[in-house]
């Protein structure tokens, strides 16, 4: 059980690079989510998939499109990346949402230059 | 808007000593409060949410409706707890966390 994995670890971008962030859970979850985390910001949501089929801006989803590709996998795409864009990503996914618990990936730390 | 404040970004304490990493919420509704945990070189995880009111790792949150504070307490710390601590609102029927911008906590030995 691997739970919620992310690809890649880390990425480069040059300014007005495009690229996709993986996201994917075996967890059988019906709610993924993406946030980015920033020094002394904490973290902030992006997107957020509640169920199959379905996606919403969280946010801060200025810059940014989603894509809940099935119910396992939710990619983040940046088409074109900014320094401002600098962060650590983090996918999520839950059973549902309200009180049920979050369960994080690793996280992609991405710089754009 | 749903806000969440955690006032202290460092947090040091010797081993053995009480802990306590303060959380307050902005909120109309009936809130749903978490704290989330990050030690180094791993993922984020769950520590307690208030619903369960459980104890974990020796630590304990009591909602504080009249206060709006979701404060996290250890009575004594250890130096395994070193970590970020996130505080987080939701609420029932929301897909959308409201996370604080968290407290890097510091165990002395």
């Known amino acids: 059980n691997a739970g919620v994995t992310q690809t890649p670890k880390f990425q480069v971008l040059k300014t007005g690079q495009s690229m996709t962030l993986q996201c994917a859970q075996d967890m059988n979850h019906n709610s993924m989510y993406w946030y980015r985390q920033d020094p002394g910001m904490g973290l902030r949501l992006i997107y957020y998939?509640?169920?199959?089929?379905?996606?919403d801006k969280g946010e801060v989803p200025n810059g940014y499109n989603v894509s809940r590709l099935n119910k396992r996998e939710f990619s983040l795409r940046l088409e074109s990346a900014a320094p401002s864009q600098t962060s650590v990503y983090f996918c999520a996914s839950s059973e549902s949402g309200g009180t049920y618990e979050q369960y994080f990936g690793p996280g992609t730390r991405l710089t754009v230059t | 808007a749903q806000r969440v404040t955690q006032p202290e970004k460092l947090l040091s304490v010797f081993k053995g000593a009480p802990v306590e990493l303060k959380c307050n919420y902005s909120y109309s509704g009936s809130p749903e409060l978490f704290w989330y945990v990050q030690y180094s070189r791993q993922r984020l995880q769950l520590l307690l949410r208030?619903?369960s009111r459980e104890s974990i790792k020796g630590f304990t949150a009591d909602l504080n409706k009249g206060e709006t504070s979701f404060h996290l307490k250890k009575p004594f710390a250890q130096e395994e707890d070193s970590a970020m601590y996130y505080c987080?609102?939701?609420?029932?029927?929301?897909?959308?966390?409201?996370f604080g911008k968290g407290t890097k906590l510091s165990v002395i030995p």
């Open positions: 987080a609102l939701g609420r029932a029927g929301s897909y959308q966390l409201t």
């Open positions: 998939s509640a169920s199959e089929g379905t996606t």
């Open positions: 208030h619903i």
